[in-house]
């Protein structure tokens, strides 16, 4: 491995799980809720790589879409 760039999305996931390297990015927004939605987005992240036969429904598009404007707002907040 030689950066970030080479984490899976599940090792992203497992890094911001962890409290002190949560309390690094210096956010303040809740890590709990926060991680939850991270893990919904890996779940539907997983179903579509992983070529699920129904594809992406409209309501895991909609909140894809949602948790993508939500990380465009805390970056532009955080900048």
Same mark, same amino acid.
């Given at each position: 491995?030689?950066?970030?760039?080479?984490?899976?999305?599940?090792?992203?996931? /497992?890094?911001?799980? @962890? +409290? *002190?390297?949560?309390?690094?990015?210096?956010?303040?927004? =809740? /890590?709990?809720?926060? @991680? +939850? *939605?991270?893990?919904?987005?890996?779940?539907?992240?997983? =179903?579509?790589?992983?070529?699920?036969?129904?594809?992406?429904?409209?309501?895991?598009?909609?909140?894809?879409?949602?948790?993508?404007?939500?990380?465009?707002?805390?970056?532009?907040?955080?900048?």
């Amino acid at each position: 491995m030689d950066g970030v760039s080479d984490l899976t999305f599940g090792e992203y996931v /497992r890094l911001l799980e @962890n +409290e *002190q390297r949560w309390n690094k990015l210096g956010v303040q927004i =809740d /890590r709990g809720k926060f @991680n +939850e *939605q991270l893990g919904r987005i890996r779940d539907i992240r997983n =179903d579509v790589m992983h070529f699920d036969p129904d594809g992406i429904g409209d309501a895991d598009l909609d909140e894809l879409r949602r948790f993508s404007g939500f990380l465009d707002r805390l970056e532009k907040l955080t900048c």
